[in-house]
């Protein structure tokens, strides 16, 4: 993030996170300023582990299918002591397992 000090002559961008008139002249505080915002777009980095995850759900159909009859089976207890983080945890490992090769190829 930019700052922009405008002075409707002289224009001078400084550096920062703040919105303080210190940061770009603490001897003429009666500036006016207004934030910059530069193209991110450019500079942002995409992390591949979503989509990579996405790829590789079709192919971990059998986990998902024992967790949600897991889910389905115990949505009457009233006692909070049945789960299904077991069937939940295997349908992820396959998941993770899937997508590992596949994201490590691609770190520098």
């Given at each position: 993030m930019?700052?922009?000090k405008t002075d409707f002559n002289k224009?001078?961008?400084c550096?920062?996170?703040?919105?303080?008139?210190?940061?770009?002249?603490p001897s003429q505080?009666?500036?006016?300023?207004?934030l910059i915002f530069s193209d991110m777009a450019e500079d942002e980095v995409v992390d591949p582990k979503k989509y990579l995850e996405e790829s590789c759900k079709p192919k971990c159909v059998k986990p998902l299918l024992e967790y949600?009859?897991?889910v389905k089976r115990i949505q009457g207890d009233?006692?909070?002591h049945k789960h299904c983080t077991g069937q939940y945890f295997d349908y992820w490992h396959c998941i993770d397992k899937c997508?590992?090769?596949?994201?490590?190829?691609?770190?520098k």
């Open positions: 930019n700052l922009e224009t001078t961008t550096v920062g996170f703040l919105l303080l008139a210190s940061i770009c002249s505080p009666d500036y006016s300023f207004r949600q009859a897991c009233e006692s909070g997508v590992a090769p596949k994201l490590f190829a691609k770190l």
